[in-house]
């Protein structure tokens, strides 16, 4: 039951082929039994899954109108607040704090009867790519236990793959959730900026974070999608206009007549032999479903990582200030006679992991006076450069593809010391964040050298998100009728139910 | 004490002033959130996740406070820009929430205006032009309270307690470019200033404007230069200004202290001074000398401001009179005084007296009652004249009965004070009290027959011509019909009777 598609759940729920109740308890029990291999989750909240499920339960029995996700399980990216259970964002400045407030995304899933399990492991404060940044430990790559499941959004993704549940929510500032479904074998999806409410986000970069839908495939993702979307006049920057229609365009999968532009600058020298094999396999079975490949050019990508490492520790130096021991979470120091300066100073000491102290210090240098026209000034004047790449590629084709990642998954403490070569992971996924476009990333094989999932990422232009969901169900379905099964099938089991 | 008189200081140096205005906007709720405004509400019941800045919390932006802005910008002949920013300022302190305070900076919404202002010179009235660089929005901080410790600040203090009420009121800060010129009549143009913008936001109903609860403060920045000389002196900023006597005195006091330390050849600290009410100096703050580095960055929770220009000229069109320029108008219309014209703005009666006036009451008459009566009996319950249970509409019923001969102005005043107890309208404190004029000639001729006949010696010297003794007589007539006869009318029948023609 719980390696199925959510859609096949879904159908299963409105059959009485199964209940929500059953679904959620096989999902925990699915977690009880592989989580201490994966450690996917930071909180799993037994009761209340199981209470929200008997409600959406009884209200299918009294015959009540429900969504297509109504009962289907989910596992929340540790980065949302939900009302009462424990956030902490992969930090142990927020250690026991309990929101007393919903996420809009998290309003949106309990409106559409969604159950949701826990919270997932994550990079403290959404600041990584391997989720080794957790003060609570990293999650293990169901594929191979000794490898990174990617990052930020480690645990969600990791999460699908072990299927310990069939949808899940990340984040992606800079890649978060394409680097993670890449490195998983799994489907995941950055909205155009705007697209989903951030109210209720714990804010790294604020003009970067978007929330999006994770799941195992491309239509699930579509219907997650539009769970969570639309307009939140809580969120100043959310976009006033209908959501695309992404459901539609997985059902469809049609890219007949499509361009598709490949862009130059993300392939080649630094990617993978396997990445890029099943890259261009993927091109060809797109050819062949009728979408005309195009070659792309935006020279000012190879700005882009220089450009986001400003802009992103910038404004997290002034997003993470409110973490001083106040209000809420970690209070360290408090003894008889410590002032509330040197209270927030030792709170921050011991709460904040090095990446992230690391990103505080670097923001904190790129915006002070004298540096601010040089380092965040310039950031910005690239940003302007990457959305004008861009908007004159998206003249020449409808989407534009390249690998996910460089590379399949790499070791868990493989480059824990080297911040550079870690950052370096997300540099196809960056440019999307700056734009603020969609950015899709789906399985499309296995490496040969490793036997690790490798990630094909769809890009489509601000609020043209059906787009990227067009083509990515055209490519699941060449893919999946070529492999006979899907992909996380060759995944070797963890044991148990999978 | 100073060994340097003003007028030592003002013979050598040029003042340049620089005042930035805080104002606390009166909208319903907050900046960036829905939570009330309300002064005075128990401590922390005010907020909400976002003004106590939760994680995950956004602000959006309270357009009431925008339109305020902009109806304020336009007061004050600025330029509304069709597109600003808000930006963060960070820095760390435990009343401010997100540990940085949304605010503007190189983008405000208006910019470039002025405010004339009037003082009295030794050469009579004299206008002086103040240019104003910005008008921008910002959040005010949560307030703190140190307990324990001897400077009430939080360096030595045993604990805090945070009230997060305050966190997230809407604030508008006006500041002017650098005032020049004002010479000797710094401190009274400060004053005037102030005085004005006060007037200004009162008008357009955008503020409480109290000094004294801290919804305007003033900030102001003085700098001293040899005349003559058109390099700026270093300046100081003196914070906690809480009245527009305070202003007059803080600028004056800080003149008087840099003109000191000019003298003897040191240099004035660039630093943030308090101003001490007891004493009218200011002590010193923190030093500004190693500037503060905010790290403003334009806010990216918040879209940009850019307001629709037909929505800006309705808001245009709409302005009210300018206060001043309505000053004129009615001292000019009503006849009135200088002096008096003064006392009414000083009592804050203006408005009330117009109303009256509006009504259809004698301007003099109108004046007359809310300073004078009314005023004194306000100040006797030590509240303020609004806070009376009269209104104009029982004042100027009171200014025609007495018009039409109905009450005596004696009578009149206990009509006042029947409707200031609360004891209805006009109308219902005569019939309650049993008020009236007593104009029945022949119930007076009786009253003022005893009266000649009990002091009879006092009636012979009226009879033999003695007027001034007839005083004496009508009181006591006046007594004797216990103060409802019209005096005038008792004069001229006792004047008859006693054969002695009235004039």
Known sequence: MINNSAAQMSQDLVSGATTSVALTQAHLDRIAEVDDKVHAFLHVDTQGALEQAALVDAARARGEKMGPLAGVPLALKDVLVQKGVPTTCGSKILEGWRPPYDSTVVTNLKNAGVVILGKTNMDEFAMGSSTENSAYGPTHNPWDLTRIPGGSGGGSAAALAAFQAPLAIGTDTGGSIRQPAAVTGTVGVKPTYGGVSRYGLVAFSSSLDQAGPCARTVLDTALLHEVIAGHDPKDSTSINAPVPQVVAAAKNGEVKGMKIGVVKELNGDGYQAGVRQRFEESLELLAKAGAEIVEVSAPNFEYALAAYYLIAPSECSSNLARFDAMRYGLRVGDTDGASAESVMNMTREVGFGREVKRRILLGTYALSSGYYDAYYGSAQKVRTLITQDFNSAFEKCDVMVSPTCPTTAFKIGEKANDPLAMYLNDIATIPVNMAGIGGMSLPCGIAPEDGLPVGFQIMSPVMQDQRMYSVGAALEAALLSKWGAPLLSLAPSLGGAA | ?503
């Open chain 2, 1 to 503: 004490m100073s060994a340097l008189t003003y007028e030592d200081v003002i013979s050598k140096y040029e003042p340049v002033l620089g005042l930035e205005v805080h104002v606390e906007l009166n909208t319903h709720s907050k900046m960036f959130c829905g939570c009330s405004t309300i002064f005075g509400a128990e401590p922390n019941t005010q907020t909400c996740p976002v003004c106590l800045a939760l994680p995950g919390a956004l602000p959006v932006v309270n357009e009431k406070a925008i339109e305020s802005t902009i109806l304020i910008g336009l007061a004050l002949n600025c330029s509304i820009a069709p597109f600003s920013r808000f930006a963060r300022k960070n820095y760390f302190y435990p009343d401010m929430p997100k540990n940085f305070q949304i605010s503007q900076y190189d983008e405000p919404i208006c910019v470039n205006g002025y405010v004339d202002v009037e003082i009295d010179t030794d050469e009579g009235p004299q206008s002086f032009r103040i240019e104003i660089e910005r008008v921008h929005m910002e959040e005010d901080t949560g307030k703190s309270l140190h307990v324990g410790g001897a400077t009430g600040r939080i360096h030595g203090a045993d604990y805090s307690l945070l009230d997060y009420n305050r966190a997230g009121i809407p604030l508008v800060e006006i500041v002017t470019k650098i005032v020049p010129g004002t010479g000797k009549y710094a401190p009274e143009v400060a004053k005037a200033y102030v005085a004005e913008l006060r007037d200004i936001l009162r008008a357009l109903g955008v503020s409480d404007v109290k000094m004294e609860q801290g919804s305007l403060r003033c900030d102001a920045n003085v700098s001293l230069r040899l005349i003559g000389s058109d390099v700026l002196g270093t300046r100081s900023e003196t914070k906690n200004v809480n009245s527009l006597r305070s202003v007059e005195r803080a600028v004056r006091g800080e003149m008087i202290r840099h003109a000191e330390r000019l003298n003897k050849g040191e240099k004035v600290v660039q630093e943030t001074r308090h101003f001490q009410e007891d004493t009218g100096l200011t002590r010193s703050g923190r030093s500004k000398e190693k500037a503060e580095d905010y790290r403003y960055f334009p806010e990216p929770d918040l879209v940009p401001v850019t307001p629709d220009a037909k929505w800006i000229e309705t808001l245009r069109a709409g302005l009210p009179e300018r206060p001043s320029l309505r000053r004129k108008r009615l001292q000019e219309q009503w006849s009135v005084p200088d002096k008096e014209m003064a006392a009414m703005i000083n009592a804050d009666v203006l408005n009330i007296v117009e109303e009256t006036v509006l009504l259809g009451a004698d301007p003099t008459k109108a004046r007359s009652w809310w300073l004078g009566e009314i005023s004194r009996l306000a100040n006797e319950k030590e509240v303020a004249i609004s806070e009376l249970a009269i209104t104009a509409k029982d004042v100027a019923e009171i200014v025609s009965l007495v018009a039409q001969g109905e009450l005596t102005d004696k009578l009149a005043r206990q009509v006042v004070e029947g409707v200031i107890a609360g004891e209805g309208t006009p109308a219902q404190v005569i019939s309650a009290r049993g008020i009236k004029v007593v104009n029945d000639d022949g119930a007076l001729m009786a009253a003022i027959e005893k009266v000649c006949s009990e002091q009879s010696e006092t009636a012979d010297k009226v009879r033999n011509g003695h007027l001034p003794a007839a005083g004496a007589l009508i009181g006591a007539v006046m007594k004797e019909t216990k103060g409802q006869a019209d005096a005038a009318r008792v004069r001229e029948l006792l004047l008859g009777h006693l054969g002695q023609a009235a004039n």
